[in-house]
Structures are given as structure tokens and as C-alpha cells.
């Protein structure tokens, strides 16, 4: 998670810095606030000051994760050369991203799924609307790539995009929560994908 200057916001990104690894390696239910603030070199009451609870701690990585993840995709996407060069790049850029973010990535995958069972917390519309958006940034550069004629025009860009991103989330909860070997070759992965997206006609 990107950081600005200043005290306060450095401290609290050592908070998230430290509360991700400890919740990627104890688990979010076996990991207490006092060693998350042991770990961050602050005070007890400093955490809660910054985020009132260990519920906020997630939300707040999780906010602060997918803002850099959607401003990253839509970066990578519009200055690729056509369609398919902006798919090819979203891709990398999550491997990339996921692989930088390794704790974070293994909290939202094994203990996010948890609180979407619960409706009050707000977090099956926060995830899902993010999910939406995520796709339609995929779905545009489809749409571009058939307008560039970089892609098949006998694609259906949302589907089409809905299967990449179920493609991408699969894959990489398989990966960090130990479901396959770390060492798996996404770029075949990515050359699978666009192979299925590649205009033949070109």
C-alpha cells in the first residue's frame, strides 16, 4: 500500500504493514491488536486510535489495496498500444501486484470470505461492487481491442471479461493459499487467455 509523507500516515501504514503479515500468518481470529501494535512499534490505544477495531484494520487494508489495484489496472490498460496489449498488460500487472502484496493477498482470499456472510457489515456489496468495476475496466479493453481489431469481434466483452477476472481470482487463491505450487507458469497462463481473445483474421 503506497504511503505520503507525514507522521501520522506513515504510522499508519506500519500498522497495516504489520497487522497484514501477522493476519497472513497467525490467521485474522488468532492475532490480537497488542501484536499488531508490538509489531508496528506503537502504543496499544494507537491502533485503535487509527482504526477503532481489528474488523477496521481489515477494511482498511482491504480499501486501501483495491484502490491501488483499480488505479494500477486502469493505468497499465490505457497506455498499451491496442486492445490486446491493454488485456496482456492487466494481467501481468495483477501477478505483479498480487505477488508485492503477498500478505495482503492471502488475508482477503482466506479470511475475507467470512464476512460475507455477515449482511450488516456491508462487506458483500463493498467486494462485489469492486468486482463489477474491476470487470468493466477489463470489459473496455476488449471492446477497444475488437474496435482495433487486435481482438475477435465474436467475443462478448463482459462475458468474455467476467471469465478473466473469475480466471485471475481463482488462480491466485489457489496460489497463496497453498492450493498449488508458488512456481506456476502465469505466463502460460497469460498466453492462454489472450490466445482466447487474439483476432485470427489479423
Known amino acids: 500500500m503506497s504511503t ?11 500498522i497495516l504493514k504489520s497487522a497484514a ?15 499488531v ?7 496499544h490505544g494507537t491502533v485503535f486510535y487509527h482504526f477503532k477495531s481489528k474488523e477496521g484494520l481489515l477494511s482498511a487494508m ?8 483499480m488505479t494500477g489496472l486502469k493505468s497499465v490498460s490505457a497506455f498499451a498500444e491496442n486492445g490486446l496489449k491493454g488485456v496482456e498488460s492487466m494481467l501481468f500487472f495483477h501477478s505483479v501486484f498480487a505477488d508485492k ?14 464476512f460475507l456472510c455477515e449482511k450488516t457489515c456491508g462487506w458483500y456489496k463493498k467486494m462485489t461492487d469492486n ?12 471492446r477497444r481491442g475488437q474496435a482495433d481489431g487486435s481482438i475477435s469481434n465474436e467475443l462478448e466483452p463482459e462475458t468474455s471479461a467476467l471469465t478473466l477476472k473469475a480466471l485471475l481470482t481463482g488462480m491466485t487463491r489457489m496460489k497463496y493459499l497453498s492450493m498449488v505450487d508458488t512456481a506456476y507458469d502465469f505466463k502460460g ?3 492462454f487467455c489472450l490466445s482466447a481473445l487474439r483476432n485470427r483474421e489479423e
Not at 503479515?21 to 501484536?35: I, M, Q, R, W
Not at 482491504?62 to 489495484?69: F, G, T
Not at 468486482?131 to 476488449?142: N, Q
Open 4 to 14: 505520503q509523507s507525514g507522521g501520522l500516515v506513515t504510522k499508519k501504514a506500519k
Open 21 to 35: 503479515k501477522l493476519f497472513a500468518e497467525k490467521g485474522f481470529n488468532d492475532t490480537s491488536t497488542c501484536e
Open 37 to 43: 501494535a508490538e509489531a508496528a512499534g506503537v502504543a
Open 62 to 69: 482491504y480499501e486501501s489495496l483495491i484502490d491501488e489495484y
Open 101 to 114: 502484496y503477498r500478505s495482503e493477498f492471502t488475508v482477503m482470499h482466506r479470511d475475507m470470505p467470512s
Open 131 to 142: 468486482s463489477k468495476k474491476s470487470i468493466s475496466i477489463i470489459a473496455d479493453a476488449i
Open 189 to 191: 497462463a497469460a498466453e
